[in-house]
């Protein structure tokens, strides 16, 4: 008895491992976050299985029948539209499910997009606090005031839509100098990443409305900079 948590590519459909697709062929059912998308994954791979929708409107009332099933026997495994279940997508709920119903979990390793992001801004990636999407209206002003203090490299998800707003934001409460590091469209054709005191960033996306998934990577601040910046061994007796 056993789930599958199979991450799947951010954009470039070569970044899948060949375990995940062994996976994916060798169980009875996927759960998708999205039948639509998934399908042009399976269809590229040629990966023929019976396909359910799993996402956040329908999880909740779907969890009972799916450990059931497992129960009983049959493979499953969980993917979304892009990346690792459980990161900024449904996953959480089932896997706790799963434990708590004494089914082992097994999740492989593979791509999620703040990974990426984060390693190509330049910024310390040995401590980092990674937030998802804030909030987008109760609690958020609160939440950013916290984000203010945190002395860690800070790691966003955010639509195009919103981004130019976290921006002004990030502004408001950060400060001018603050650099940010914005990825977009990770691992497609135009992929980009913009660097630079968040000022600068925020007026250049104001006049080059942005498209696709986006990945805001905020330096950490000045104490925790110095404290990166410490020589190996320093500290140690």
């Known amino acids: 008895m056993k789930l599958f948590l199979v991450p799947t590519p951010i954009g470039n459909l070569e970044d899948i491992t060949l ?74 709920l089932l896997v706790r499910a799963c434990i708590q119903a004494g089914i082992e979990v097994e999740c492989l390793p593979g791509p ?64 001018p100098s603050r650099n940010v590091s914005v990825s977009r469209e990770l691992t497609k054709i135009y992929e980009e990443t913009r660097r630079g005191p968040v000022v600068e960033v925020l007026a250049w996306y104001k006049s080059h409305p942005p498209k696709g998934e986006i990945v805001i990577v905020v330096e950490a601040t000045g104490k925790a900079n110095m404290h990166n910046d410490d020589e190996p061994g320093e500290d140690e007796e």
């Open 112 to 175: 999620t997009a703040f990974v990426p992001a984060l390693v190509n801004s330049g910024f310390p990636c040995d401590r980092f606090v990674f937030e998802g999407f804030l909030p987008h209206k109760k609690g958020r002003q609160t939440r950013l005031k916290e984000l203010a203090l945190n002395p860690y490299t800070l790691i966003l998800y955010e639509s195009p839509f919103r981004l130019v707003k976290t921006l002004e934001q990030l502004l408001e409460y950060l400060g």
């Open 19 to 92: 375990r995940a697709l062994r996976i994916l062929k060798e169980v009875d059912i996927i759960l998708a976050e999205d039948t639509r998308t998934s399908a042009k994954l399976l269809k590229h791979y040629e990966i023929e299985k019976r396909v359910f929708a799993h996402h956040q409107f329908n999880e909740h009332k779907a969890l009972d029948s799916i450990v059931r099933q497992i129960n009983e026997g049959q493979k499953f495994a969980l993917i979304t539209d892009a990346g690792t279940p459980g990161i900024s997508d449904p996953g959480f």
